[in-house]
């Protein structure tokens, strides 16, 4: 059901929340607009100047990985200067008070762990870029450390097995980290509501994890600015701007 308003769709989202038990979010990359950090996807967004780079691409080519690290420190101010906005910081409540037990995410960019949830509570299907992992060994690496080499003499290997070192995101064409999608699968099928928050849910394998809880009985939450192809199974759908959504829920 899409929320006539967002008055109604808030005080619709107080109500389920109260009466659920166990709450698990979904979020994309429209809770992390309002820090200032693009929607690599939209029109207008870093994938269309730039082409992604592959992880086979990363793999084979110098040239490649160079050009990963310089797009990625041309990123750091805005990473950098990133804070959680107020969807960050309502999930992170409804965490304190004990009604999320974790928290399902598409970001890389840190903030719900910034937010309040600790590590452990924050399952990242597509990895963190505020540090960087070997390809080989899994060795992880500071950015401070990477960015002097880099300077020194492009994209660096590891000081342990030589192969390359990469930010510790998930690229095209790479596994997806196995524990990461066991412990979203079990989250989405305990749940008694799921709440799928700035994702265009387009990006397979992840866009499963609504449908998934929905089939297992779960009441499912949109909350997007566009549409998306769940919206028909959702049991209610805020097409809003996600900090007028989940703002009166900060501090609750």
């Known amino acids: ?30 809770i992390s607009t309002e820090c200032g950090i693009p929607d690599f996807r939209s029109p207008g967004g870093l994938w269309t100047r730039n082409r992604p780079i592959p992880f086979d691409e990363f793999v084979s080519s110098r040239d490649a990985r160079d050009e990963s690290w310089r797009r ?9 200067a990133a804070k959680p906005a107020r969807g960050h910081r309502a999930l992170a409540s409804l965490y304190r008070a004990g009604k999320i037990p974790a928290i399902i995410t598409q970001n890389i960019d840190n903030l719900h762990q ?56 998930i690229s095209f064409g790479q596994a997806m980290p196995e524990d990461a999608m066991q412990r979203a699968t079990k989250l989405a099928q305990d749940c008694d509501l799921f709440i799928a928050i700035g994702s265009s849910l387009v990006v397979w394998p992840a866009a499963g994890f609504p449908l998934m809880a929905k089939n297992c009985g779960a009441k499912l939450v949109i909350i997007n600015n566009e549409p998306t192809e769940q919206d028909d199974i959702a049991d209610l759908v805020i097409r809003s701007d996600i900090g ?3 703002g009166p829920f900060v501090g609750n």
């Open 244 to 246: 007028e959504a989940l």
């Open 114 to 169: 910034v937010s309040g949830f600790s590590a452990e509570h924050v399952v990242e299907l597509h990895g963190n870029t505020t540090y960087a992992r070997c390809i080989g060994c899994g060795r992880a690496y500071d950015l401070p450390w990477v960015k002097q080499r880099f300077d020194e003499s492009g994209a660096p290997d590891c000081a342990t097995c030589d192969e390359p070192v990469k930010t510790a995101t």
């Open 1 to 30: 059901m899409i929320a006539l308003d967002l008055r109604s769709g808030v005080e619709q989202l107080g109500d389920m929340i109260a009466a659920a038990s166990t709450i698990v979010p979904f979020t994309g990359a429209g």
């Open 72 to 80: 990625r420190f041309a990123m750091e101010a805005t990473f950098a």
